[in-house]
T-cell receptor, first 113, second 114 residues
Framework: GNSVTQMEGPVTLSEEAFLTINCTYT??????LFWYVQYPGEGLQLLLK?????DKGSNKGFEATYRKETTSFHLEKGSVQVSDSAVYFC????????????FGAGTRLFVKA | DGGITQSPKYLFRKEGQNVTLSCEQN?????MYWYRQDPGQGLRLIYY???????QKGDIAEGYSVSREKKESFPLTVTSAQKNPTAFYLC?????????????FGQGTRLTVV
């Protein structure tokens, strides 16, 4: 079945450091890929998405490129801020998966001032 | 403002009791979902619904029940059959089931068994 694997956390960075959170997926058909962010005690919010191969999603300085050849959708940001501290979830939906959204386990990011 | 509202934010339940978590959306979305999140864990799908009066079991439906009598409402009942109900529960909705559209989440309900 469809699945999403993302790097285990927590990830701890200093302010202005470069961020990469790895995400790989397994899916049949043509999945759409998403990154969601969860701040403490809250629900999830969409951060960015990509719907086909080679698409790049971007928002708030974050970006991720849909790589079909490596089945990856890694999240990057050039310079993190303390306010980026949160849990990040990689996710996919696929027509062959009944369109249910499949989430990765989440990666917690701590950014130190 | 359009959105998805869960209530209550915190809920305490005695062992052996049923409790119902509310989820309401005014986004005119067809699909609604319930997820469970345990500390340090990802999201696990409990139930989902594509249309009024229809719903499907997710990966961990045992001990839970839902109804979808109205498009805007998708309440979740945690029954006494759920052996470990303490968790953070998230409700979500989307304009159609899956596809390339995003899911909108509520703020969550934290359920604790006392």
């Amino acid at each position: 079945g469809n699945s999403v694997t993302q790097m285990e956390g927590p990830v701890t960075l200093s302010e202005e450091a470069f961020l990469t959170i790895n995400c790989t997926y397994t899916a049949t058909g043509y999945p759409s890929l998403f990154w969601y962010v969860q701040y403490p005690g809250e629900g999830l919010q969409l951060l960015l998405k990509a719907t086909k191969a080679d698409d790049k999603g971007s928002n708030k300085g974050f970006e991720a490129t849909y790589r079909k050849e490596t089945t990856s959708f890694h999240l990057e940001k050039g310079s993190v801020q303390v306010s980026d501290s949160a849990v990040y979830f990689c996710a996919l939906t696929s027509n062959t998966g009944g369109f249910k959204t499949i989430f990765g386990a989440g990666t917690r990011l701590f950014v130190k001032a | 403002d359009g959105g998805i509202t869960q209530s209550p934010k915190y809920l305490f339940r005695k062992e052996g009791q049923n409790v119902t978590l509310s989820c309401e959306q005014n986004l005119n979305h067809d699909a609604m979902y319930w997820y469970r999140q345990d500390p340090g864990q990802g999201l696990r799908l409990i139930y989902y619904s594509q249309i009024v009066n229809d719903f499907q079991k997710g990966d961990i439906a045992e001990g839970y029940s839902v109804s979808r009598e109205k498009k805007e409402s998708f309440p979740l009942t945690v029954t006494s059959a759920q052996k470990n109900p303490t968790a953070f529960y998230l409700c979500a909705s989307s304009i159609k089931e899956g596809g390339d559209t995003e899911a909108f989440f509520g703020q969550g309900t934290r359920l604790t068994v006392v």
